[in-house]
Protein backbone atom coordinates (compact mmCIF):
# COMPACT_ATOMS: atom_id res chain seq x y z
CA UNK A 1 0.00 0.00 0.00
CA UNK A 2 3.23 2.37 0.80
CA UNK A 3 4.96 2.15 -2.54
CA UNK A 4 1.08 2.10 -4.31
CA UNK A 5 0.53 5.37 -2.75
CA UNK A 6 4.05 6.73 -3.71
CA UNK A 7 2.93 5.95 -7.35
CA UNK A 8 0.47 7.95 -7.04
CA UNK A 9 1.44 10.62 -5.58
CA UNK A 10 4.93 11.29 -6.73
CA UNK A 11 3.40 12.55 -10.22
CA UNK A 12 1.64 14.91 -8.77
CA UNK A 13 4.03 16.42 -6.43
CA UNK A 14 6.49 16.66 -9.55
CA UNK A 15 4.16 18.28 -11.63
CA UNK A 16 3.61 20.73 -8.27
CA UNK A 17 7.51 21.02 -8.24
CA UNK A 18 7.82 21.49 -11.64
CA UNK A 19 4.72 24.44 -12.20
CA UNK A 20 6.60 26.37 -9.44
CA UNK A 21 9.99 26.36 -10.42
CA UNK A 22 8.25 27.82 -13.95
CA UNK A 23 6.86 30.63 -11.96
CA UNK A 24 9.64 31.14 -10.26
CA UNK A 25 12.29 31.23 -13.27
CA UNK A 26 10.52 32.28 -16.17
CA UNK A 27 7.58 33.70 -14.26
CA UNK A 28 9.56 36.61 -13.31
CA UNK A 29 11.34 37.42 -16.76
CA UNK A 30 8.10 38.17 -17.54
CA UNK A 31 6.75 40.73 -15.04
CA UNK A 32 7.06 43.59 -16.48
CA UNK A 33 6.66 46.89 -14.32
CA UNK A 34 4.62 44.79 -11.68
CA UNK A 35 2.12 43.38 -14.11
CA UNK A 36 2.70 39.98 -15.37
CA UNK A 37 2.35 38.72 -19.04
CA UNK A 38 -1.32 37.10 -19.27
CA UNK A 39 -0.21 35.00 -21.96
CA UNK A 40 2.36 32.86 -19.75
CA UNK A 41 1.81 30.02 -18.44
CA UNK A 42 2.79 26.34 -18.13
CA UNK A 43 0.33 25.38 -21.12
CA UNK A 44 2.51 27.34 -23.91
CA UNK A 45 5.96 26.08 -22.05
CA UNK A 46 4.62 22.15 -22.70
CA UNK A 47 4.33 22.96 -26.16
CA UNK A 48 7.73 24.31 -26.53
CA UNK A 49 9.06 20.99 -25.19
CA UNK A 50 6.94 18.78 -27.40
CA UNK A 51 8.02 21.33 -30.50
CA UNK A 52 11.46 20.80 -29.55
CA UNK A 53 11.05 17.19 -29.25
CA UNK A 54 9.60 16.97 -32.80
CA UNK A 55 12.23 19.31 -34.09
CA UNK A 56 15.09 17.37 -33.05
CA UNK A 57 13.57 14.10 -34.10
CA UNK A 58 13.43 15.86 -38.31
CA UNK A 59 16.78 17.15 -37.99
CA UNK A 60 18.41 13.79 -36.83
CA UNK A 61 16.54 11.87 -39.35
CA UNK A 62 17.62 14.44 -42.10
CA UNK A 63 21.01 14.06 -41.09
CA UNK A 64 20.91 10.68 -40.95
CA UNK A 65 19.88 9.80 -44.39
CA UNK A 66 22.28 12.45 -45.70
CA UNK A 67 25.37 10.17 -43.60
CA UNK A 68 23.37 7.06 -44.81
CA UNK A 69 23.40 8.28 -48.69
CA UNK A 70 27.42 9.84 -48.75
CA UNK A 71 29.13 7.72 -45.86
CA UNK A 72 29.57 4.29 -46.95
CA UNK A 73 29.45 3.18 -42.83
CA UNK A 74 26.22 4.19 -42.77
CA UNK A 75 24.56 2.74 -45.74
CA UNK A 76 22.87 -0.51 -45.83
CA UNK A 77 21.47 -2.05 -48.61
CA UNK A 78 18.46 -3.87 -47.10
CA UNK A 79 15.43 -2.20 -47.29
CA UNK A 80 14.59 -3.31 -43.50
CA UNK A 81 17.88 -1.77 -42.04
CA UNK A 82 17.43 1.42 -43.81
CA UNK A 83 13.91 1.69 -42.21
CA UNK A 84 15.45 0.36 -38.96
CA UNK A 85 18.06 2.96 -38.94
CA UNK A 86 15.92 5.95 -40.09
CA UNK A 87 13.66 4.73 -37.32
CA UNK A 88 16.04 4.68 -34.55
CA UNK A 89 17.84 7.99 -35.64
CA UNK A 90 14.09 9.71 -35.14
CA UNK A 91 14.32 8.41 -31.55
CA UNK A 92 18.14 9.71 -30.95
CA UNK A 93 17.00 12.69 -32.26
CA UNK A 94 13.59 13.31 -29.91
CA UNK A 95 16.05 12.19 -27.05
CA UNK A 96 18.04 14.95 -28.43
CA UNK A 97 15.07 17.43 -28.34
CA UNK A 98 14.55 16.75 -24.77
CA UNK A 99 17.95 17.11 -23.23
CA UNK A 100 18.16 20.59 -25.26
CA UNK A 101 15.35 21.48 -23.28
CA UNK A 102 16.83 20.29 -19.82
CA UNK A 103 19.93 22.86 -21.06
CA UNK A 104 17.39 25.59 -22.01
CA UNK A 105 15.57 25.32 -18.32
CA UNK A 106 18.90 25.03 -16.83
CA UNK A 107 20.17 28.02 -18.45
CA UNK A 108 17.05 30.11 -17.29
CA UNK A 109 17.76 28.83 -13.95
CA UNK A 110 21.29 30.01 -14.39
CA UNK A 111 20.43 32.75 -15.31
CA UNK A 112 17.85 33.75 -12.82
CA UNK A 113 19.90 33.04 -9.87
CA UNK A 114 22.92 35.11 -11.61
CA UNK A 115 20.47 38.19 -11.90
CA UNK A 116 19.83 37.29 -8.11
CA UNK A 117 23.97 37.40 -7.37
CA UNK A 118 25.07 40.47 -9.69
CA UNK A 119 23.89 43.63 -8.79
CA UNK A 120 25.12 45.17 -12.08
CA UNK A 121 23.59 43.13 -15.03
CA UNK A 122 27.17 44.50 -17.47
CA UNK A 123 29.06 41.97 -14.89
CA UNK A 124 26.62 39.64 -15.55
CA UNK A 125 26.94 39.64 -19.30
CA UNK A 126 30.87 39.98 -19.52
CA UNK A 127 30.70 36.68 -17.53
CA UNK A 128 28.92 35.35 -19.92
CA UNK A 129 30.75 36.57 -22.43
CA UNK A 130 34.34 35.25 -21.37
CA UNK A 131 32.92 31.94 -20.61
CA UNK A 132 31.90 31.64 -24.70
CA UNK A 133 35.27 32.47 -25.70
CA UNK A 134 36.59 30.26 -23.13
CA UNK A 135 34.31 27.74 -24.61
CA UNK A 136 35.40 28.10 -28.19
CA UNK A 137 39.23 27.99 -26.74
CA UNK A 138 38.82 24.75 -25.13
CA UNK A 139 36.96 22.86 -27.88
CA UNK A 140 39.71 23.84 -30.76
CA UNK A 141 42.20 22.51 -28.29
CA UNK A 142 40.32 19.37 -26.94
CA UNK A 143 40.28 18.21 -30.50
CA UNK A 144 43.40 19.17 -31.89
CA UNK A 145 45.56 16.24 -32.20
CA UNK A 146 42.77 13.99 -31.78
CA UNK A 147 41.59 11.42 -34.44
CA UNK A 148 39.44 13.72 -35.87
CA UNK A 149 40.05 15.01 -39.21
CA UNK A 150 42.78 18.04 -38.98
CA UNK A 151 41.08 20.81 -40.01
CA UNK A 152 38.07 19.69 -37.30
CA UNK A 153 40.07 21.95 -34.47
CA UNK A 154 39.40 25.39 -36.09
CA UNK A 155 36.43 24.35 -38.34
CA UNK A 156 33.60 23.42 -35.44
CA UNK A 157 34.70 26.73 -33.48
CA UNK A 158 34.55 28.73 -36.63
CA UNK A 159 31.33 27.07 -37.40
CA UNK A 160 29.76 27.56 -34.10
CA UNK A 161 30.92 31.21 -33.61
CA UNK A 162 29.30 31.67 -37.31
CA UNK A 163 25.95 30.20 -36.41
CA UNK A 164 25.16 31.50 -33.31
CA UNK A 165 26.02 35.41 -34.64
CA UNK A 166 23.73 34.61 -37.10
CA UNK A 167 20.66 33.72 -34.81
CA UNK A 168 21.90 36.35 -32.36
CA UNK A 169 21.85 38.71 -34.97
CA UNK A 170 18.19 37.88 -35.82
CA UNK A 171 17.22 37.78 -32.07
CA UNK A 172 18.52 41.48 -31.63
CA UNK A 173 16.64 42.36 -34.82
CA UNK A 174 13.15 40.98 -33.06
CA UNK A 175 14.29 42.39 -29.40
CA UNK A 176 16.88 44.61 -28.85
CA UNK A 177 20.79 45.01 -28.72
CA UNK A 178 21.45 43.38 -24.89
CA UNK A 179 20.63 39.93 -27.01
CA UNK A 180 23.77 39.49 -28.73
CA UNK A 181 26.07 38.07 -25.84
CA UNK A 182 23.59 36.08 -23.95
CA UNK A 183 22.12 34.19 -27.12
CA UNK A 184 25.67 33.55 -28.65
CA UNK A 185 26.87 32.18 -24.58
CA UNK A 186 23.47 29.71 -24.56
CA UNK A 187 24.11 28.66 -28.46
CA UNK A 188 27.63 28.23 -27.96
CA UNK A 189 28.23 27.00 -24.27
CA UNK A 190 25.60 25.27 -23.56
CA UNK A 191 25.10 23.58 -26.89
CA UNK A 192 28.82 22.44 -26.07
CA UNK A 193 27.84 21.11 -22.95
CA UNK A 194 25.38 19.14 -24.54
CA UNK A 195 27.27 17.81 -26.70
CA UNK A 196 30.36 16.96 -24.87
CA UNK A 197 29.76 12.75 -25.27
CA UNK A 198 29.94 13.74 -29.08
CA UNK A 199 33.97 15.21 -28.88
CA UNK A 200 34.82 11.81 -26.93
CA UNK A 201 34.32 9.61 -30.63
CA UNK A 202 36.52 10.35 -32.24
CA UNK A 203 34.37 10.23 -35.26
CA UNK A 204 33.23 13.27 -37.52
CA UNK A 205 30.08 12.29 -38.31
CA UNK A 206 28.81 11.57 -34.90
CA UNK A 207 30.08 14.61 -33.91
CA UNK A 208 27.68 16.46 -36.17
CA UNK A 209 24.60 14.00 -36.10
CA UNK A 210 24.86 14.77 -32.07
CA UNK A 211 25.96 18.25 -32.63
CA UNK A 212 23.60 20.12 -35.35
CA UNK A 213 20.38 19.09 -33.85
CA UNK A 214 21.37 20.21 -30.51
CA UNK A 215 22.13 23.54 -32.27
CA UNK A 216 19.13 23.74 -34.40
CA UNK A 217 16.76 22.83 -30.78
CA UNK A 218 18.37 25.82 -29.03
CA UNK A 219 18.02 28.34 -31.79
CA UNK A 220 14.71 27.49 -32.01
CA UNK A 221 13.90 28.02 -28.02
CA UNK A 222 16.21 30.86 -27.99
CA UNK A 223 14.26 32.61 -31.06
CA UNK A 224 11.11 31.85 -29.11
CA UNK A 225 11.38 32.46 -26.12
CA UNK A 226 10.18 36.44 -26.12
CA UNK A 227 7.23 35.34 -28.32
CA UNK A 228 6.22 33.03 -25.17
CA UNK A 229 6.96 36.21 -22.68
CA UNK A 230 4.87 38.28 -25.21
CA UNK A 231 6.34 41.56 -24.33
CA UNK A 232 9.18 43.22 -25.65
CA UNK A 233 9.72 44.64 -22.56
CA UNK A 234 10.32 41.86 -20.88
CA UNK A 235 12.49 40.80 -23.55
CA UNK A 236 14.76 43.63 -23.24
CA UNK A 237 14.71 43.24 -19.70
CA UNK A 238 15.75 39.53 -20.05
CA UNK A 239 18.89 40.35 -22.66
CA UNK A 240 19.96 42.93 -20.69
CA UNK A 241 20.38 40.83 -17.68
CA UNK A 242 21.74 37.87 -19.58
Known amino acids: MGILALVCVAPRAIIR ?4 LFGRIVGKMGRTNGRRS ?3 NLRKWMKLFGTTILIGGAVSLIIGVCMQLSDPTFR ?8 YNMFQ ?19 LMLNY ?17 FTTAFVLVEVAYGVYGTNFPEATFWAVPLALTAAALL ?18 FFLVTVTVLEGVPAFRTGSLSSLVFQLVPLFVCNSYQIMRLHRILDTKV ?3 ETAKAG
Open 167 to 184: VAWRKVHETTSGAWVPTV
Open 38 to 40: STL
Open 76 to 83: NIVADGWL
Open 89 to 107: MAMIGFTFGAFAHMGFFAY
Open 17 to 20: VDSW
Open 113 to 129: IARSIFKRPQLWVALQG
Open 234 to 236: AVS
